[in-house]
Nanobody, 117 residues
Framework: VQLQASGGGSVQPGDTLRLSCTAS????????VAWFRRAPGKEREAVSC??????????FYADSVKGRFTLSRDNAKNTVSLQMSSLKPEDTAVYYC?????????WGQGTLVTVSS
């Protein structure tokens, strides 16, 4: 049972990256899934979340990423993806995904995103 975060890399300002959070050993579709990030020298920050527990998808985006980041779920691939567009140097961080459902709480290992010219 694990979550695997992938898709990080080094890009230039204005570029696009797509992060993926893939579950193995459980159905990610039953879970609320969130992306967090921790930038160097800063506290961990919640970036985005999708929650279907009320029967419909509810989304959260931090003000700093609204309009640039988009979260999507692909239950066939057991994956939640974070499409990050118009990246800025301040988006540089290690990104972590988290899946939570009732008493179950799983974290991915983190994937590094570096935005620099």
């Amino acid at each position: 049972v694990q979550l695997q975060a992938s898709g990080g890399g080094s890009v230039q300002p204005g570029d696009t990256l797509r992060l993926s959070c893939t579950a193995s050993g459980f159905s990610l579709g039953d879970y609320a899934v969130a992306w967090f990030r921790r930038a160097p020298g800063k506290e961990r920050e919640a970036v985005s979340c999708i929650d279907d527990s009320d029967g419909y998808s509810q989304y959260f985006y931090a003000d700093s990423v609204k309009g640039r980041f988009t979260l999507s779920r692909d239950n066939a691939k057991n994956t939640v993806s974070l499409q990050m567009s118009s990246l800025k140097p301040e988006d540089t961080a290690v990104y972590y995904c988290n899946g939570k459902h009732m008493a179950s709480d799983y974290w991915g290992q983190g994937t590094l995103v570096t935005v620099s010219s």
